[in-house]
């Protein structure tokens, strides 16, 4: 039978203080009763060694005679303690006999100790003994005493009430003790599992596509505030794919519109004799599917290159020799802009594929001449270090918003809602940058300020 969080704590919390609170009573008892009748042992031969000291202060040295009636008084105090007595004299005849005083009393005595101890404590196999104890006066022996009890202790009446008031006080403390436990386990699992089933309610909410939903407020607990901020951090991340979903999904109708309706329309009007055939007529019509099969070809590329099935074919490559290269291959289209194109920085190896980093960065410097006005200038700059290099492909345009940063290198995604041809491509390239970095293990990050450019860096391995 399952059982929920809140519950499973509970349980848990109480089989864990019950075990620890029977451990520690069962450790107080045996302890607390181990020390007592330590304590008992110690006493009974304090009481005897007593017995025997008190006795020689009714011995009278000038007349060689005992104080019977103290003696008897003594012996009768010793007997209700439960110490049967008889005194001898030098010479070894008897003084006093409990015995032979009140061997009825005696002997009830005996029974009901016996009967207590036997009751309480059957393990010790107790019995009655005896020992014999000199008594002296001034250094001299007047005498001796023989003292029996019951061995090898025994506890009065008075012992096992506080024994039992004890036990019952421990007894008390660890109920008390259980009762705070099972209010701090309720406390403590309402505690953490409150935040979990409301974490489990957002995450039913998301699976059902809502994203909106998020976690309000904090919980005080380190692990669940990690949890929680995870879950929101996940609805957020949906949200914002959902988003993405939906604009590519616009941008690619977009895309496949523009050319389909162009060569749809010029193609109508032939077939209908609107518009002579004309070599011009069919040169249009070819170019708009030579856009459609450039987009085809870029989607399949960028496929290819985020399954993971990219094939690196990598060799020692010179960052600041490969983007001298590049630069000099897009000279005629930097011209035709106007546009002054440095490039600077120190020789950086890297071990990585040629061609594909190459393409790299004529995307990036492609992506730079489109956005970049004319007489702007555009700034290639290498950095080497011990582990990485990296290249910095800047421009002084217009820039890019700081709510688009995040989306740029999304497949589709352009800044220029209007997808104008004349600002920009299908919005695959960055895409491919993206996936080509990542795949040669390195990372390439944007900053860029609305009116004063944009600048992309690429990190790679060495």
């Known amino acids: 039978m399952r059982q929920d969080l809140k519950g499973q704590l509970i349980l848990t919390i109480m089989f864990i203080v019950l075990g620890m609170l029977g451990l520690s009573l069962f450790l107080s008892h045996a302890l607390i009763g181990r020390k007592f009748r330590d304590y008992i042992v110690e006493e009974e031969q304090r009481k005897t060694r007593n017995i025997a000291a008190s006795l020689s202060q009714y011995y009278t040295a000038l007349t060689r005679r005992w104080d019977t009636d103290l003696v008897h008084a003594v012996g009768m105090y010793a007997l209700y303690d ?201 040169q249009s019509c070819h170019e708009e599917a030579v856009r459609l099969g450039k987009l085809v070809a870029d989607l399949e590329r960028l496929e290819r290159e985020e399954s993971g099935s990219l094939k690196l074919n990598k060799t020692p490559v010179d960052l600041l020799e490969l983007l001298r290269s590049v630069s000099a291959n897009l000279e005629i289209d930097m011209r035709g802009k106007g546009l002054r194109c440095t490039v600077e920085g120190e020789p950086a190896g890297v071990f990585a594929d040629r061609d594909r980093i190459s393409q790299v960065a004529v995307n990036l410097l492609s992506n730079a001449l489109k956005y970049t006005p004319e007489n702007g200038h555009i700034r290639l700059s290498v950095k080497d270090s011990v582990k990485t290099a990296a290249f910095t492909v800047s421009n002084s345009g217009a820039g890019i918003p700081a709510d688009e940063l995040p989306f740029i290198f999304e497949r589709f995604y352009r800044a220029d809602k209007s997808r104008n041809r004349k600002t920009g491509g299908a919005g695959i390239g960055l895409a491919i940058v993206k996936s080509i970095v990542m795949a040669h293990g390195g990372t390439v990050n944007v900053e860029s300020r609305p009116g004063q450019g944009s600048s992309f860096t690429v990190t790679l391995p060495k």
């Open 82 to 282: 439960g110490y049967i007595i008889k005194v001898f004299d030098i010479n070894g005849l008897p003084v006093w006999d409990a015995e032979n005083h009140d061997m009825t009393l005696c002997y009830q005595i005996m029974a009901e100790i016996s009967e207590r101890m036997q009751k309480r404590y059957p393990q010790i196999d107790g019995k009655f003994i005896s020992h014999d104890y000199g008594i002296t006066q001034d250094g001299r022996k007047v005498g001796s005493v023989t003292i029996r009890y019951f061995g090898p202790y025994f506890l009065s009446e008075s012992d096992f009430r506080f024994l039992d008031a004890l036990n019952g006080s421990l007894l008390a403390a660890g109920l008390v003790s259980l009762a705070f436990a099972i209010a701090a386990g309720v406390f403590l699992a309402r505690r953490i599992a409150r935040p979990i089933s409301a974490v489990i309610h957002i995450t039913r909410q998301i699976s059902q596509g809502n994203y909106a939903i998020r976690f309000e407020g904090r919980t005080r607990t380190q692990e669940l505030d990690e949890l929680v901020s995870a879950v929101n951090h996940l609805a957020g991340s949906l949200s914002e794919q959902e988003n993405l979903r939906k604009r590519l999904t616009s941008d690619i109708a977009h895309e496949l519109r523009t050319p389909l309706t162009t060569m749809g329309a010029h193609l109508e009007a032939m077939i209908e004799g609107v518009w002579q055939p004309t070599p011009e007529r069919l």
